[in-house]
């Protein structure tokens, strides 16, 4: 069983920063898979950004080369660092965790969520 918690959400303007964690306890945080997903209001929750236990990322086009996902296994930590934030990036930001799955970039991937937090971006 893992235990995660999010922290980090805010209110910014557009252009801002902000950097996500997600705090990790109960089995080894390092080996599992994380991600991140997003949901705004009345739409579905989707895929961010996940990083492998080995270390490897992937992420939506949506956010490439503006958000940066990492993991810190001695801290049980993952973080999502968001730069050039655009309204559009408003949502409440969830990470996830799995063991194993197939494509780790859909909501049925994942066995573990936080409880999410929101981030608004404003214009």
């Known amino acids: 069983q893992v235990q995660l918690v999010e922290s980090g959400g805010g209110l910014v303007q557009a252009g801002g920063s902000l950097r996500l964690s997600c705090a990790a306890s109960?089995?080894?945080?390092?080996?599992?898979?994380m991600g991140w997903f997003r949901q705004a209001p009345g739409k579905e929750r989707e895929f961010v950004s996940l990083i492998r236990r080995t270390g490897g990322t992937y992420y939506a086009d949506s956010v490439k080369g503006r958000f940066t996902i990492s993991r810190d296994n001695a801290k049980n930590t993952g973080y999502l660092q968001m730069n050039g934030l655009k309204p559009e990036d408003t949502a409440v930001y969830y990470c996830a965790a799995t063991y194993y799955s197939t494509s780790y970039v859909s909501v049925d991937d994942y066995d573990y969520w936080g409880q999410g937090t929101q981030v608004t971006v404003s214009s």
């Open positions: 109960g089995r080894t945080f390092s080996s599992y898979t």
